[in-house]
């Protein structure tokens, strides 16, 4: 199992591009979803989903907009970007909300 | 919604002593209570978690104690060992197509 990956590892973008950060899991998990990693922020959840065609929003959603369109991948997109989405972005799976969350190795983004 | 409190944001311990890390939340519906710690440059990675039907938990050097009336957990590492050093997270939810909402974290380091 590769478990959670994420693509691209690294990534940086001028204000206004978009871009889609790219999350996959082989574990056949219902529940995905998405956190931001900020210095003194921990870690804010952005989006998730309880299964395929199931989405909702976290904590800081504006900016983003995700989809699930099947069990194993979960895009985040960001459609305009801003120096405040410099950030590490962090995609997570799990049975449900109450079990272990398993996370992607992250991707760092910067935004100029 | 669910707020997570986490205290303190860094803790510097002796190498053999114990280190506690504590934790608030706001809804008391929330029934669900992981911590994670993430070592640097990594994604979190789930180390205890507890249920609200449960106080206390332990597993090795490690313990989690829920006190539901307060609504406060704490996470306790004893006999802390260099390889102890790193972020920790607690995060809570409801049920299990529920957010999970983290604390902002506790950098622990663990002196020679």
């Known amino acids: 199992n590769a478990g959670v990956t994420q693509t691209p590892k690294f990534q940086v973008l001028k204000t206004g591009q978009s871009m889609t950060l790219q999350c996959a899991q082989d574990?056949?998990?219902?529940?995905m979803s998405w956190y931001r990693q900020d210095p003194g922020m921990g870690l804010r959840l952005i989006h998730y989903s309880v299964g395929a065609g199931i989405t909702d929003q976290g904590e800081v959603p504006n900016g983003y907009n995700v989809s699930r369109s099947t069990t194993e991948d979960f895009p985040l997109r960001l459609l305009s970007a801003a120096p405040s989405q410099t950030s590490v972005y962090f995609c997570?799976?799990?049975?449900?909300?109450?079990?272990?969350?398993?996370f992607g190795p992250g991707t760092r983004l910067t935004v100029t | 919604g669910e707020n997570v409190e986490q205290h303190p944001s860094t803790l510097s311990v002796q190498e053999g002593d114990s280190a506690v890390i504590k934790c608030t939340y706001s809804?008391?519906?929330?029934?669900?209570f992981p911590w994670y710690k993430q070592e640097l440059g990594k994604g979190p990675q789930l180390i205890i978690d507890i249920r609200s039907n449960v106080g206390e938990k332990k597993d090795q050097r490690i313990a989690v104690t829920l006190n539901k009336t307060a609504k406060h957990f704490s996470l306790h590492i004893t006999e802390t060992q260099p390889e102890d050093s790193a972020v920790y997270f607690c995060a809570a939810s409801r049920d299990r197509d529920d957010k999970i909402i983290f604390g902002k974290g506790t950098r622990l380091h663990i002196l020679p």
């Open positions: 574990m056949n998990h219902e529940y």
């Open positions: 997570a799976s799990s049975y449900s909300a109450d079990y272990e969350q398993y």
């Open positions: 809804d008391s519906a929330s029934n669900y």
